[in-house]
Each structure stands twice: as structure tokens, then as C-alpha cells.
């Protein structure tokens, strides 16, 4: 019913920015909550911001807090996630994820979320 596109990865160095953008397709945007989680070769996918429904309670891991900003637009049925200060750290494939209870809960895993884009990789070289 709903399909994520994940756009915005790129090589960059530390220190660098980038923007990711999620564009979403069918069910009704404006109603899910919106996440972004990431996986770094041979580890776990792991959570790294959401935003629920209306864009205004935002939830962060501590590994990004002050570096990462999630924002939405529900009217272009985007979402983005600006990174600042990227870190080597930071590198792995970064997926979207929708989540049709449309709430923000302090660390939700992916198990949570119901609809899944095919990632966008971000590289960040020291």
C-alpha cells in the first residue's frame, strides 16, 4: 500500500553535511510516524531519529543528537533527515520507515514500523 523512497546518500568527509530525503507514495502520509534507522556493515540495524505525524515531536539516539535534524513535509509526502558534522561513525545504509500509528515512542526498534524504503548508503571517510 505505501512505498518509501530513499534518496540524498552519497561519499563524503568528516565533518561534511548531507540531506536525505524520503519520498512516499500511496496510503495517507500525513498520518504515519516517520523514521530513519541505519546499518553499518556486519552490524545490527540500529534507530537513529523519528517524527511523528503533525512534525512536531521529533525523538533522537544519542549517537546524533545536535548533529542530526528530522523534518517533514506531509503536503509533498516527504520526510528528510539533515545531517551536520557527518562522522566516520556515521557510515552504513540508511533506511526509512513508516509506521502507521502515527505517535512518536522513545526508542521504538524496527520491528515497529510497517513500511520499509530499499535504503540510500552514506559513506563518510576520515
Known amino acids: 500500500q505505501v512505498q518509501l523512497v530513499e534518496s540524498g546518500g552519497g561519499s563524503v568527509e568528516a565533518g561534511d553535511s548531507l540531506i536525505l530525503t524520503c519520498t512516499s507514495a500511496g496510503g495517507t502520509f500525513g498520518k504515519y510516524a516517520v523514521a530513519w534507522f541505519r546499518q553499518a556493515p556486519g552490524n545490527e540495524r540500529e534507530f537513529v531519529s523519528a517524527i511523528n505525524w503533525g512534525g512536531v515531536v521529533t525523538d533522537y539516539a544519542d549517537s546524533v543528537k545536535g548533529r542530526f535534524t528530522i523534518s517533514r513535509d506531509n503536503a509533498k509526502s516527504q520526510a528528510y533527515l539533515q545531517m551536520d558534522r557527518l562522522k566516520p561513525e556515521d557510515t552504513g545504509l540508511y533506511y526509512c520507515?513508516?509506521?502507521?500509528?502515527?505517535?512518536?515512542?522513545?526508542?521504538?526498534?524496527?520491528?515497529?514500523?510497517?513500511?520499509w524504503g530499499q535504503g540510500t548508503q552514506v559513506t563518510v571517510s576520515s
Open positions: 520507515a513508516a509506521r502507521v500509528l502515527g505517535t512518536v515512542v522513545a526508542g521504538l526498534g524496527w520491528r515497529s514500523y510497517d513500511y
